[in-house]
T-cell receptor, first 116, second 109 residues
Framework: GAVVSQHPSWVICKSGTSVKIECRSL??????MFWYRQFPKQSLMLMAT?????????EQGVEKDKFLINHASLTLSTLTVTSAHPEDSSFYIC????????????FGSGTRLTVV | GQNIDQPTEMTATEGAIVQINCTYQ??????LFWYQQHAGEAPTFLSY??LDGLEEKGRFSSFLSRSKGYSYLLLKELQMKDSASYLC??????????WGAGTKLIIKP
């Protein structure tokens, strides 16, 4: 089945630094990837939708200059949390949808970000 | 607006059966998904319904009624490892997933 690889699984960084999270579709081409954030005991919150070769579409309230998304190829999307602060500490999950047909979204394994 | 409702938390006994309901109001409908999410992990796909009726897959079954905007996930022969959150999500007319807040299922021995 479809596999999405997400790295790193967890990261601890100092306040003010930037962190890059990678999401790769291993056995299919993902024209669209989705980035979610999940705080403890809450559901998934869509942050942005990225389409290969074009600018990401951000959800209301998500700062595009703080959460930089790049989808340079059909198999790779990256999320960079710039100038991270403790309130950015969360579980970040990417998800990809294959090019054709209506399919269940395939999720990456998630990245636990802790900003200290 | 778009809305997905499911109970916040449910408790059941090991070996029993539990039904998790989900009601939705969305702009268009291209299917309903159920996902399982263990604490600290990403969601994993359980089922997809786009036509009315019951889809059975082992111990798990999912039901859909499009006219009522209603679905349920039925878990049989509950095991301790079934303790998790269960997320209901609807794909709208733009093929975007609209997520429910999830139902935390607690299994007691």
């Amino acid at each position: 089945g479809a596999v999405v690889s997400q790295h790193p699984s967890w990261v601890i960084c100092k306040s003010g630094t930037s962190v890059k999270i990678e999401c790769r579709s291993l056995d299919f081409q993902a024209t669209t990837m989705f980035w979610y954030r999940q705080f403890p005991k809450q559901s998934l919150m869509l942050m942005a939708t990225s389409n290969e070769g074009s600018k990401a579409t951000y959800e209301q309230g998500v700062e595009k200059d703080k959460f930089l998304i790049n989808h340079a190829s059909l198999t790779l999307s990256t999320l960079t949390v710039t100038s991270a602060h403790p309130e950015d500490s969360s579980f970040y999950i990417c998800s990809a949808r294959e090019n054709e047909g209506i399919r269940g979204y395939t999720f990456g394994s998630g990245t636990r970000l802790t900003v200290v | 607006g778009q809305n997905i409702d499911q109970p916040t938390e449910m408790t059941a006994t090991e070996g029993a059966i539990v039904q998790i309901n989900c009601t939705y109001q969305t702009s268009g409908f291209n299917g309903l998904f159920w996902y399982q999410q263990h604490a600290g992990e990403a969601p994993t796909f359980l089922s997809y319904n786009v036509l009315d009726g019951l889809e059975e897959k082992g111990r798990f079954s999912s039901f859909l009624s499009r006219s009522k905007g209603y679905s349920y996930l039925l878990l049989k022969e509950l095991q301790m490892k079934d303790s998790a959150s269960y997320l209901c999500a609807v794909m709208d007319s733009n093929y975007q997933l609209i997520w429910g807040a999830g139902t935390k299922l607690i299994i007691k021995p």
